[in-house]
């Protein structure tokens, strides 16, 4: 009964996120204000390994610290995710709060818009891209956004509906390399699609670069994609600064030549994870990466540069 019970209380479960779903969309607001947070850390007690793994995640941005503030930075993480959750459904609800934006590096944006040749908008779990999908259509870009499967179907459902009554395409992806071919359609016909690249999806050839001051694996797809279309890579990033605040990053464009060769590739990939560095330094308890952080510390020299690639399976 009790295993019955953490698999319904799984962050990423069905029974949770419908649980959410209905109170973020047909509860008052002052619910959606103040559960949320109080919520998500009670589920949180139940699930041992999500907290073993935020208290990791913690550690290598920060180090070991007092037991009592990496628990109180634990405690925070669940509690945003919590809000980022329930304000990112409530978004595509009947009755929404008024949100607010901030926008940094507006310009970057436009810029891309502008030139009309899409973007590859690389990011990482951190803050509400259900939000921060209105910042792009507002923004005149058609956004999709690229899912790996989920471990939960109906969960997968359940959002996927929130994100498309926003306006935002959900593109799903997988060890097929035909899935991605709906996704450079719409980069070329100047859409933006974002995909996230501080996880390695099963199947997903890799490659290590800093982060942190160790190796890690960032999956080569986003950068590919970019090689492919031509279009510029540009890191972007969300956090919730309060309730029914948040803001967004946009970093200097990245772009690759179509034959890039592995120097190329890896200043590329390093610039992005730098960006993300800086932005989860900025906000450590608003990194949600619930999966084993994909640390390599074995290289091999590439180019007369050194390098690891992988392919996870």
Same mark, same amino acid.
């Given at each position: 009964m009790w295993k +019955?019970l953490?698999k319904?209380l799984?962050?990423? @479960?069905?029974?949770? !996120?419908g649980?959410a779903?209905?109170g973020?969309? !047909?509860?008052p =607001?002052w619910?959606?204000r103040? @559960?949320?947070?109080p919520?998500?850390l009670?589920?949180?007690l139940?699930?041992?390994p999500?907290?073993?793994q935020l208290?990791?995640?913690h550690r290598f941005?920060?180090? =070991?610290r007092?037991?009592l ?5 634990v405690?925070?993480?669940l509690a ?11 978004? @595509?609800g $009947?009755n929404p709060?008024?949100?607010?934006y901030t ?8 810029m891309?818009r502008d030139?009309n040749? &899409?973007?590859i908008l690389?990011t990482?779990?951190? %803050? @509400? ?9 507002n923004r005149?870009?058609?956004l999709g956004?690229?899912?790996?499967k989920?471990r939960?179907?109906r969960?997968r459902?359940?959002s996927?509906a ?9 593109? =799903?992806? &997988?060890e097929?390399?035909?899935s ?13 699609v974002a995909l ?6 099963a199947?997903?050839?890799s490659r290590a670069?800093?982060?942190?001051g160790?190796?890690?694996r960032v999956?080569?797809g986003?950068?590919?994609?970019a090689q492919v279309?031509g279009?510029?890579?540009i ?6 600064l309060?309730f029914?605040d948040?803001?967004?990053r946009a970093?200097t464009?990245?772009?690759l030549?179509?034959?890039?060769? $592995?120097?190329?590739l890896d200043r590329?990939?390093? +610039? ?7 932005f989860?330094?900025r906000f ?6 619930f999966?084993?952080?994909p640390?390599?510390? +074995?290289?091999t020299?590439? %180019?007369?540069?050194?390098s +690891? ?5």
């Amino acid at each position: 009964m009790w295993k +019955s019970l953490q698999k319904h209380l799984r962050h990423d @479960s069905a029974t949770l !996120r419908g649980f959410a779903a209905w109170g973020a969309t !047909r509860l008052p =607001h002052w619910w959606l204000r103040a @559960s949320p947070g109080p919520i998500a850390l009670l589920v949180g007690l139940t699930r041992a390994p999500t907290r073993a793994q935020l208290l990791a995640n913690h550690r290598f941005v920060q180090g =070991h610290r007092a037991a009592l503030v990496e628990a109180l930075d634990v405690a925070a993480t669940l509690a945003n995710y919590g809000h980022c959750l329930a304000e990112g459904l409530a978004g @595509s609800g $009947p009755n929404p709060p008024p949100f607010r934006y901030t926008i940094e590096g507006r310009e970057n944006l436009e810029m891309a818009r502008d030139r009309n040749r &899409g973007a590859i908008l690389v990011t990482i779990h951190a %803050g @509400s891209w259900d939000v921060a999908g209105a910042v792009m259509k507002n923004r005149g870009f058609e956004l999709g956004i690229a899912m790996a499967k989920e471990r939960d179907d109906r969960a997968r459902e359940i959002s996927d509906a929130a994100r498309q009554k926003a306006g935002v395409k959900v593109f =799903h992806v &997988g060890e097929d390399p035909l899935s991605v071919l709906p996704l450079a359609q719409h980069v070329r016909h100047g859409g933006a699609v974002a995909l996230q690249v501080d996880r390695v999806p099963a199947g997903m050839r890799s490659r290590a670069v800093p982060f942190f001051g160790r190796r890690y694996r960032v999956p080569l797809g986003p950068f590919q994609l970019a090689q492919v279309t031509g279009a510029p890579i540009i890191p972007v990033f969300t956090a919730r600064l309060g309730f029914a605040d948040h803001l967004v990053r946009a970093d200097t464009e990245v772009t690759l030549p179509r034959r890039a060769n $592995p120097g190329e590739l890896d200043r590329a990939m390093t +610039s992005v994870m730098a960006a993300a560095e800086r932005f989860v330094r900025r906000f450590p308890d608003q990194w949600f990466n619930f999966a084993e952080l994909p640390i390599d510390e +074995s290289t091999t020299t590439l %180019g007369g540069e050194e390098s +690891s690639v992988a392919k996870v399976g």
